[in-house]
Every structure is written in C-alpha cells, then in structure tokens.
Antibody, heavy 113, light 110 residues
C-alpha cells in the first residue's frame, strides 16, 4: 500500500522560506509523476506544482511561479517543495499527491508576523 | 474563482440518489478525463473516481461517474449518512498546464 508522509511545515514570517518534504513508501516512486496541492482553511484544493517521473519537467501555478521550486530524489523516494518569499496567502495545508490518486496527510504552513 | 464549476451544496435523504455536476471548458474537461474526490472533515481528499467513471478498489458501486463534452457528473445512489462530505472534481488543463479543481460541493444527508 502506498504511503506518502509530508513534513517541514510550520509558522514562518512573511518573506521567509520553508522546504517541504514528502517521503513515499510501498510503491516504485520513480514510476510516478508527483504534485503538490494546497488547501487554505475552509477552501477547496488548489494545484501548486507538478513534476514528471525523472524530474526533468516541472510546472507551476502562476501564483507561486518564481517563488517555489519542486524537485525529487528518486534514490531517496522523496519529493520536495522549496518555498521562498512566502506570503500570507500561501497559508494552507500542503499535500503531496502521487499521480493525483494517492495523497499524503498534509503539512500545515502558516505565514504570519 | 475555480476553473471548474460545482454547485456549493447538495442534499438528500437516506436511500435517495443525488447528482453533483462539474462544468469546465474545452481546455480541461473537454480534453481530459475527470477525477472525483471525497473529503471528510480534517482529512485529505480521497480518490473516489478516476478516468471519468472508474472506481478505485474499495469504492462502493453506489458511486458512479460520467462525462459529456465539457461537463462531468458524480452520482451517488442509495445515499447513506457516511456519504456526508465535501466532493471535488479535478482534471488537467492543457492551457494552464496544471491541474484544476472544482470549488467543491458539500453534501448533506438529511
């Protein structure tokens, strides 16, 4: 059974940085494209970023382009999201998702002074 | 504002059949298959339907999906109290080169 476990969330001041991680197990990680999806309190999910199986192709939502960077380490079965220049509107639960079928439990990112 | 449009709420009594719609455009639903997710309070979205009408293992056959043109729908028959949740549609958008989600439909079992 596939398991995805996110970590790295927390409280950060506006303009700060965080790096989220997503550890995958129970599946051949390198066979799947991966996404980060976020959900603000009381709102629906919003796609953030996508990376293909070998990490050579990435795409981003306009709202995070130039500030966030998605990457993966297939040897470590881990997905990353480097978040820079964080804003209050980035506050949300961040989920990693495997082919948008299996999702992790999420990690909360709060941006506030 | 979401790229996919869903009714904000739906309701039914136990045993009834309810349908949730999801309207998009030629760059998303018109071109790609649709997933549906069920989200219970405090939990992550859970895949309920993929490729328009395919159920993952473990999802009861009370749930069914369909797609026509730029719209999709999720039907739940024999409504049960445990179906009370938020439901989201999602698909890939070729113009945005990213996934788009509906705004969600809160299903209440009366």
């Amino acid at each position: 059974e596939v398991q995805l476990v996110e970590s790295g969330g927390g409280l950060v001041q506006p303009g700060g940085s965080l790096r989220l991680s997503c550890a995958a197990s129970g599946v051949t990680f390198s066979d799947y494209w991966m996404d980060w999806v976020r959900q603000a309190p009381g709102k629906g999910p919003v796609w953030v970023s996508h990376i293909n199986e070998d990490g050579n192709t990435t795409t981003y939502a306009d709202s995070v382009k130039g500030r966030f960077a998605i990457s993966r380490d297939n040897a470590k079965n881990t997905l990353y999201l480097q978040m820079n220049s964080l804003r209050a509107e980035d506050t949300a639960v961040y989920y990693c998702a495997m082919a948008l079928t299996a999702w992790g439990q999420g990690t909360l990112v709060s941006v506030s002074s | 504002q979401s790229e996919l449009t869903q009714p904000p709420s739906a309701s039914g009594t136990p045993g009834q059949r309810v349908t949730i719609s999801c309207s998009g455009s030629s760059s998303n639903i018109g071109t790609n298959t649709v997933n549906w997710y069920q989200q219970l309070p405090g939990t992550a979205p859970n895949l309920l339907m993929y490729d328009n009408n395919q159920r993952p293992s473990g999802v009861p056959d009370r749930f069914s999906g369909s797609k026509s043109g730029t719209s999709a729908s999720l039907a739940i028959s024999g409504l049960q109290s445990e179906d009370e949740a938020d439901y989201y549609c999602a698909t890939w958008d070729a113009s945005l080169k990213g996934w788009v989600f509906g705004g969600g439909t809160k299903l209440t079992v009366l």
